[in-house]
């Protein structure tokens, strides 16, 4: 796909790109496009993918590794992009935990498996590209959950090589869950980022790239953590809150 065209449907489905300088621009079309002309692409239910789905996937994709030297490196082990069309439904008996299982259908609109496919739901993800407002996004949240797996472990806490940058991460991280679950007062990170440490991780990081400055004044030091782990500030782009 040629540059300008990639760069064109970026603009349509990336939100963040209007903030964008001339370099981070230049980068992001870069990684987008390998990630556009790599990555298998599958359709569910007879759906048909289209350019403006892998191009709107890969650039969200590209955009949270836009600061890290070897930011493709983190999605190696994608086995590829399942696309359905609209919410997904699992079905069949399933475990619950304890011991217990469960025949009761499960609906969702994104999953990440480790060292193996991405899952979306185009009407979920297309809807909330177009209103970053809402702090919802399910392209950013289920790349998310891959770099949290990085490491083989998907519970909040990504690969930080750094002994004093993960101890931060760690405190940080936990009381700010620790408040969410207490229900102190009203969060623009969600209620599902209550659910445990890894689907804080997701949806912190769905806030810090559609709704910065909101998670900055709510939050400075989970902000802080993200910026520095990102190596992006987000914050100090133009966006649209």
Avoid at 200 to 220: C, G, I, K, N
Wanted: one cysteine or more; glycine letters at 6%; charged letters at 20%.
């Amino acid at each position: 796909m040629p540059a300008d065209q990639l760069a064109a449907l970026t603009a349509r489905w990336l939100a963040p790109w209007q903030g964008l300088g001339v370099v981070e621009r230049a980068r992001l079309i870069e990684l987008a496009e390998v990630l556009v002309r790599e990555l298998r692409w599958e359709a569910a239910q007879g759906f048909q993918v289209d350019e403006d789905m892998k191009v709107a996937v890969s650039s969200h994709a590209a955009l949270i590794v836009l600061g890290f030297d070897d930011g493709l490196d983190s999605y190696l082990d994608v086995t590829s992009v399942i696309m359905h069309p609209s919410t997904i439904v699992r079905s069949g008996a399933r475990p619950v935990g304890g011991g217990l299982f469960t025949a009761q259908p499960d609906f969702y609109i994104g999953e990440a498996h480790h060292k193996g496919p991405v899952l979306i739901s185009w009407d979920a993800a297309s809807g909330q590209a177009r209103a970053p407002w809402f702090g919802e996004n399910v392209l950013f949240h289920e790349f998310a959950h891959r770099l949290d797996m990085l490491d083989g472990v998907s519970n909040g806490t990504p690969p930080l090589s750094d002994p004093d940058a993960l101890r931060a991460w760690i405190a940080v991280c936990t009381a700010s869950l620790q408040r969410l679950r207490a229900q102190e007062e009203p969060s623009v990170l969600r209620s599902y980022a209550a659910t445990n440490p890894s689907e804080f991780f997701a949806v912190a990081s769905e806030v810090f790239f559609t709704r910065p400055a909101a998670l900055r004044e709510e939050d400075p030091k989970l902000y802080d953590v993200l910026r520095r782990y990102f190596r992006q500030d987000p914050a100090l782009r133009p966006h649209h809150e």
